[in-house]
C-alpha cells in the first residue's frame, strides 16, 4: 500500500505539531510556509496540561524544562485595588492531579523546539499557497511561483485568514471590537511580578491585562486587551505605542501600571474570531487550529486546541483502517468539533466577563470566581487527553 501523502499550508505551531506527530506514526509530511525566513515572534503562550502532556509525547519533554516556566497560579484581581477575586493552585498540585505541568513559554521558544525535531527538507520556505484544488485522485497545492504539489490530503494550518478553509466553508473573520498590545520585558525590570511565578489577570471596565513568566522567567510577558474600533490590523510585527497603553491603564493598580512603564516596545494586535462550523473537512482537504476554529484569547486554548487538533488529526490519519481517508477525517471532525466549540464559545462569552463596568454584574462575577476557584473546575479542560480520545474514537 502506498505512503500516504500529507501537504500542510502554514508552519506555525499547529503545523509544526502536526509534522512532528505524522513523522512519529511514520507518515510523510511536508510544510509549505509562506514567510522566508520560520519564526515566532511577540509573546508569551500558556499551555496547559491538555496540551503539555501531548507535546512532551512528541519529544519536547526536556526541550520544555529547559525553556519554560511552570507557574504556581492562575491569580485573577481587581482592576484598581489588586483585590484576589481567585486563586487556581497549579505547580506540583496540577502536575499530580492531571499528570502533565500548566507552562508558560515564549512563542518562539516552542516553535523552534518544534522545528529542531523535524528534518530540514520537510519544511519549504517561502512557499505560499493560493490555490488549493481535489479531484477524486487527490489534492494539489498550487503555490504562488507555479509549483504544484500534488497529496493525498491538504491541511490548512495557514492561520485565522486561511485560504484553505474556504474549500469547506465560505465565512470571513469578525472583529470583536477589542485590541491587544502585546510586550516583553526583562524580568529584572519587574521583580514585583516575579517573587512567586504565577499568570495573574487584572479585571476592569472595558479592558484587562495578563502577565506571566517566559523563557526561563528570564521575561515578563504581558497582553492588554482594550476597546477599540478603529484598529483592525492582524500581525504580530505591527507595532503600537507605549504611550496609548500607558494611558489606557491610568488609574489602573501600581503593579499594572509599572508593567507597561517598563515596557520598551508593544505589538498592537486586532482580536478576530469566527462563527463555529458544523464540519472541518472536504473531500481531501481539511482544517486545524485557527484555520479551523479561531478563538479570542480568553480562555488561554488557541495554541492548546491546536496542539489537540494535529494530535487527534495524526492518529487518526494512521488508523485509517479500512474506511480510508474519508472515514479518517469523519473520525477527526466527531473527535474535534464539540471541544472546539465549547471552548470557542466560551472565549467569546469572556469578552464580556471580563470588561463588566464596576456594578452588580460585576459583584455577582467577582462572588462567583470566589466559589468556583480551585483545579476541580478545570477537569474537562485540563485533564482532557486529545490522543486517548482518538484512541477510543477508534474502537468507536
Not at 499551555?47 to 485573577?76: F, K, Q, T, W, Y
Not at 487556581?88 to 499530580?96: D, I, Q, S, V, W
Not at 472565549?347 to 452588580?360: I, P
Request: neutral net charge; glycine residues 10%; proline residues 4%.
Amino acid at each position: 500500500m502506498p505512503q500516504m501523502r500529507v501537504a500542510v499550508a502554514g508552519g506555525g505551531i499547529a503545523g509544526l505539531v502536526l509534522a512532528v506527530a505524522l513523522r512519529r506514526a511514520g507518515i510523510d509530511c511536508h510544510i509549505y510556509e509562506q514567510a522566508g525566513r520560520l519564526t515566532e515572534v511577540g509573546a508569551g503562550v500558556q499551555v496547559a496540561p491538555n496540551a503539555s502532556r501531548l507535546l512532551r509525547r512528541i519529544g519536547l519533554r526536556d526541550r520544555l524544562r529547559s525553556i519554560a516556566v511552570a507557574p504556581e497560579a492562575i491569580e485573577m484581581r481587581r482592576w484598581d485595588d489588586g483585590a484576589l477575586l481567585q486563586r487556581t493552585e497549579l505547580g506540583e498540585m496540577c502536575r499530580r492531579r492531571f499528570g502533565a505541568p500548566y507552562y508558560t513559554v515564549h512563542r518562539a521558544d516552542l516553535h523552534g523546539g518544534l522545528l529542531a525535531l523535524l528534518p530540514p527538507d520537510r519544511v519549504h520556505l517561502g512557499a505560499r499557497c493560493v490555490d488549493v484544488k481535489q479531484d477524486g485522485e487527490g489534492a494539489q497545492l498550487h503555490l504562488s511561483d507555479g509549483t504544484v504539489v500534488a497529496a493525498d490530503l491538504v491541511v490548512g494550518a495557514d492561520g485565522i485568514h486561511s485560504l484553505v478553509r474556504q474549500q469547506i466553508v465560505a465565512d470571513r473573520p469578525r472583529y470583536s471590537g477589542q485590541t491587544i498590545y502585546r510586550g516583553l520585558v526583562p524580568a529584572e525590570r519587574v521583580p514585583h511580578l516575579l517573587d512567586e511565578p504565577c499568570v495573574r489577570l487584572w479585571f476592569g471596565p472595558d479592558k484587562h491585562c495578563v502577565a506571566y513568566p517566559v523563557s526561563a522567567g528570564r521575561q515578563v510577558s504581558f497582553g492588554a486587551t482594550v476597546a477599540s474600533s478603529d484598529w483592525r490590523e492582524e500581525s504580530w510585527s505591527a507595532r503600537g505605542d507605549v504611550a496609548e497603553v500607558a494611558a489606557a491603564y491610568k488609574g489602573w493598580h501600581p503593579d499594572v501600571v509599572r508593567l507597561i512603564d517598563v515596557a520598551e516596545t508593544v505589538s498592537r494586535w486586532a482580536l478576530h474570531d469566527r462563527d463555529d462550523i458544523d464540519r472541518l473537512s472536504s473531500g481531501r482537504v481539511t482544517v486545524i487550529g485557527d484555520a479551523a476554529h479561531p478563538m479570542l484569547p480568553f480562555q488561554a486554548q488557541g495554541a492548546n486546541q491546536a496542539i489537540e487538533d494535529a494530535v487527534v488529526l495524526a492518529s487518526c490519519l494512521a488508523y485509517a483502517g479500512g474506511g480510508g481517508l474519508s472515514a479518517a477525517l469523519r473520525r477527526y471532525e466527531r473527535i474535534r468539533l464539540p471541544r472546539v466549540t465549547r471552548i470557542q464559545r466560551q472565549s467569546r462569552a469572556n469578552a464580556k466577563t471580563f470588561h463588566l463596568a464596576d456594578g452588580d454584574e460585576q459583584h455577582n462575577r467577582d462572588t462567583e470566581a470566589r466559589t468556583s476557584s480551585g483545579l476541580d473546575h478545570h477537569q474537562w479542560l485540563f485533564g482532557y487527553d486529545a490522543e486517548e480520545a482518538a484512541t477510543a474514537g477508534r474502537s468507536a
